[in-house]
């Protein structure tokens, strides 16, 4: 397996056959290595610790290594068996692969954007692999939601990602829906929740700065209630002092 990096402004290349044959074999014929996704061979390092967390379903350790290491997020695994590429994927395609939790597709996404817009080796989406591997809606819909044109890419066979539910049994109908509608109708959806945080934003802005005024008026009418209060308490004291002067 080969961990490689990628670079915002770099498009996705298979590594160049020179550049595998230079890694290292492990007994079953796997080379094994460590570069970056255009060109360069960096170093020979094998799996990231975020990648094995991942592998193995370990999503709270998987946390903790993303906020430790947000770099793993954009780093790719490659496998070549017998001098072909066997697969590569980042740690968000390998998640989806698992039933993950939402947490951890929220993560993967916030520290690699670009990675739910990623193909694999089969031109798989991380949204055709978490339709494949039955990932829970609310993990599907994050997915969605990140990438909307997702839902009408095709991998190598031709399979949209509401395709590779064709062969699942009991799926949910939710989930179904979810991914019959059109990219169209999430841009609107995205847009909409955008503004009405924004109006969210400046209607709290307004009030809060409508309380502060109507705190600091009320303390202003408190002060001349107290004065008021005192002007009168005053002249009440004024005037029971004249009635007994007037008595005595």
């Not at 298979?14 to 044959?21: D, E, G, K, Q, R």
């Not at 610790?49 to 350790?61: H, K, M, P, S, V």
């Amino acid at each position: 397996i080969m961990l490689l990096h990628t670079r915002e402004s770099e498009k996705w290349q298979p590594p160049s056959s020179a550049m595998l044959n230079n890694s290292p074999r492990n007994k079953s014929g796997v080379k094994i290595g460590h570069c970056t996704e255009s060109t360069a061979v960096k170093s020979w390092d094998g799996p990231t610790e975020l990648y094995t967390l991942i592998e193995n379903g370990q999503w709270d350790a998987s946390m903790a290594r993303l906020q430790k290491a947000p770099f793993e997020a954009r780093q790719w695994m490659v496998r070549k068996y017998n001098d072909e590429i066997t697969m590569f994927r980042l740690p968000i395609h390998e998640a989806c692969n698992h039933n993950p939790s939402v947490d951890i597709i929220v993560a993967l996404t916030e520290a690699y954007r670009d990675g739910v817009e990623k193909e694999d080796l089969n031109g798989r989406l991380p949204l055709h692999r978490a339709c494949i591997s039955g990932a829970s809606l609310d993990v599907v819909l994050n997915l969605v939601h990140a990438y909307p044109e997702g839902l009408n890419a095709k991998d190598k066979w031709g399979k949209t990602p509401r395709d590779c539910l064709t062969d699942k049994q009991n799926v949910d109908s939710d989930l179904v829906t979810a991914l019959e509608r059109t990219p169209t109708y999430y841009a609107a959806r995205i847009a909409e929740d955008k503004l009405m945080s924004t109006l969210n934003k400046e209607f709290t802005s307004k009030i809060d700065s409508v309380m502060e005024k109507v705190k600091n008026e009320k303390n202003t009418t408190d002060l001349i209630i107290a004065e008021l209060r005192e002007k009168v308490q005053n002249m009440e004291e004024r005037l029971s002092e004249e009635r007994l002067e007037r008595i005595a």
